[in-house]
Nanobody
């Protein structure tokens, strides 16, 4: 029963920043961030290996978002800078074991409840 709890979402103006966090309760998994906008499929945002040394990003967020983790606190983060209205979505953190830098929903066995991020123009 790995549990993930996201926080840090909210309303921000375009060009602003938010930092999402995901508190975990299990082992040091690969962690991922996904997002889902109304009427759209859940899409990959970023992932980080358990060591924290390897990351991967969706093209749409490269250069703007940074995924990181603090294993002493069992917490993963998503720093989102220069936010755009198209970033508006519910953001989910996810965890999976032995999945490398997984980029698919199916790669991840454990999911949080999501946190809303709304970017206004």
């Amino acid at each position: 029963q790995v549990q993930l709890v996201e926080s840090g979402g909210g309303l921000v103006q375009a060009g602003g920043s938010l930092r999402l966090s995901c508190a975990t309760s299990g082992r040091t998994f690969t962690m991922g961030w996904f997002r889902q906008a109304p009427g759209k499929e859940r899409e990959f945002v970023a992932t980080i290996r358990g060591s924290g040394g390897m990351t991967s990003y969706a093209d749409s967020v490269k250069g703007r978002f940074t995924i990181s983790r603090d294993n002493l606190k069992n917490t993963a983060y998503l720093q989102m800078n220069n936010l755009k209205p198209e970033d508006t979505a519910v953001y989910y953190c996810a965890a999976g074991g032995n999945i490398g830098l997984g980029r698919s929903v199916a790669n991840y066995a454990y999911w949080g409840q999501g946190t809303q991020v709304t970017v206004s123009s």
